[in-house]
């Protein structure tokens, strides 16, 4: 019974490395998708004759503290632009001026998303104050900017959980790793739920022009990637801390008879 003992531990140990992999993993994606700025991607068919058109006017428009939804919108239209949960970011010629060739080369300049941003309404009609605001889009904004946060609060919470039950040389509180891990899922699915139900909503208000295609772009395919990584390290966590506890209850029964 013993060496069937040991190759039961051998199975535990092997799914706890593979769910720490795992978990390692999606928070690698996680971390990375927060930080990068390819979340949604527009692509325009002529953004340097259509920045040369209107001037330098179209970045500070789009870097002035006052630019609402609609100017800075209209802005990642006509400039190749990509948004982050953090930033926005548009292609310019490096040389911006009304006068400037638009054979003087490009750039991305980007300008980061404040905090009262994150937390600005949104309204009805994008640029109009006067409209109301849209609940919809203003929770589901909020919540995209939150829930990446707590997803991985709640991951490292559990990696923390994990040292702990290896320092006590028990599989048991794997079990709340596993829980936490498996809510950080679902709150990374939340927010992949939350980005693309906004973006649709965003583009009912402000439909894109003929040519101008929007696509999501890798940023979010790694938060998409991440969730399903978190329900399967949250999966073997809990199976190897139940599995093992039962059967460590049944050795018991079998000593004590």
């Not at 013993?2 to 706890?16: C, E, I, P, Q, Y």
């Amino acid at each position: 019974y013993s060496g069937k003992g040991a190759m039961m531990d051998n199975r535990f140990a092997t799914a706890l490395v593979i769910a720490c992999v795992l978990s390692l993993i999606s928070t690698i994606y996680m971390a990375a998708s927060i930080g990068t700025d390819f979340w949604y991607e527009y692509h325009t068919l002529s953004p340097a004759e259509n920045v040369s058109e209107a001037g330098r006017s179209v970045w500070e428009e789009f870097v002035s503290e006052e630019a609402d939804e609609k100017t800075y919108t209209d802005a990642l239209f006509r400039c190749n632009g990509t948004v982050g949960l953090w930033r926005r970011c548009i292609t310019v010629p490096k040389n911006s001026h009304w006068y400037s060739s638009p054979e003087t080369g490009m750039t991305t300049n980007c300008i980061s998303f404040s905090l009262s941003d994150q937390f600005m309404e949104k309204y009805i009609e994008p640029g109009n104050h006067n409209s109301g605001t849209d609940l919809n889009r203003t929770y589901l904004w909020r919540l995209q900017f939150l829930l990446p946060f707590v997803s991985l609060g709640l991951m490292c919470f559990g990696a923390l959980i994990g040292l702990c039950a290896c320092a006590c040389r028990s599989l048991y509180p794997a079990i709340a790793t596993g829980v936490l891990h498996f809510l950080a899922g679902l709150c990374t699915l939340g927010l992949v739920g939350c980005y693309v139900a906004g973006i649709e909503l965003l583009h009912k208000k402000l439909p894109l022009p003929d040519d101008v295609k929007g696509e999501f772009g890798w940023s979010f395919c790694l938060a998409c990637v991440s969730a399903p990584l978190q329900f399967m390290a949250a999966a073997l966590f809990i199976w190897a801390a139940r599995t093992n506890r039962k059967e460590f209850t049944l050795l018991k029964s079998y000593r004590v008879a």
